[in-house]
T-cell receptor, first 114, second 111 residues
Framework: DAMVIQNPRYQVTQFGKPVTLSCSQTLNHNVMYWYQQKSSQAPKLLFHYYDKDFNNEADTPDNFQSRRPNTSFCFLDIRSPGLGDAAMYLC?????????????FGNGTRLTVT | GENVEQHPSTLSVQEGDSAVIKCTYSDSASNYFPWYKQELGKGPQLIIDIRSNVGEKKDQRIAVTLNKTAKHFSLHITETQPEDSAVYFCAAEFGNEKLTFGTGTRLTIIP
């Protein structure tokens, strides 16, 4: 089945220690997104790639970076995780942008910062 | 700014009864309104969506209604079953083609 796969499902990192979360897709979609979801809250968009074109949200901290080396993979790098960065991180894809391209989410990576 | 309000935040329904979740949005130019279901430990999954040129859409036990004049849309689940228990998010797409999500409704179906 075509899917959005996130690894790992659970990640524990130390305060200030860089961490990378990964996402892969077999849907061949043009757009890949990273969302942050804290407990009982709505997903919050951090940034997205339209193909190789990177689009950062205005309120995404500089501590968060992303890479998309090819169509299938996208990475979220947190350079110096703080306690407030503990959350579920969701990767999503869409064929295109706009109303005719629903989001397809992975099952997320739950990040714990100790 | 772009805003989507969702009510209620929690909802408990007896199995077999109907559940209704309501959302309002701020931008009259919005034209796409999806609903996502998020089960415990999983990512949100699209369950139904509606576009602004349609007032109602049904898919088996699930329906969505849209009132563009009042800027609100609702999710209706009939004949609820235990597997309907989850967190539901509405969303609206604004002119920048980005989705803004509502704050979520935790739906519990009581057997």
């Amino acid at each position: 089945d075509a899917m959005v796969i996130q690894n790992p499902r659970y990640q524990v990192t130390q305060f200030g220690k860089p961490v990378t979360l990964s996402c892969s897709q077999t849907l061949n979609h043009n757009v890949m997104y990273w969302y942050q979801q804290k407990s009982s809250q709505a997903p919050k968009l951090l940034f997205h790639y339209y193909d190789k074109d990177f689009n950062n949200e205005a309120d995404t901290p500089d501590n968060f970076q992303s890479r998309r080396p090819n169509t299938s993979f996208c990475f979220l790098d947190i350079r110096s995780p703080g306690l407030g960065d503990a959350a579920m991180y969701l990767c999503a894809t869409s064929r295109d942008q706009g109303a005719y391209s629903p989001l397809h989410f992975g099952n997320g990576t739950r990040l714990t910062v100790t | 700014g772009e805003n989507v309000e969702q009510h209620p935040s929690t909802l408990s329904v007896q199995e077999g009864d109907s559940a209704v979740i309501k959302c309002t949005y701020s931008d009259s130019a919005s034209n796409y309104f999806p609903w996502y279901k998020q089960e415990l430990g999983k990512g949100p999954q699209l369950i139904i969506d509606i576009r602004s040129n349609v007032g109602e859409k049904k898919d088996q036990r699930i329906a969505v209604t849209l009132n563009k004049t009042a800027k609100h849309f609702s999710l209706h689940i009939t004949e609820t079953q235990p597997e309907d228990s989850a967190v539901y998010f509405c969303a609206a797409e604004f002119g920048n083609e980005k989705l803004t999500f509502g704050t979520g409704t935790r739906l519990t179906i009581i057997p």
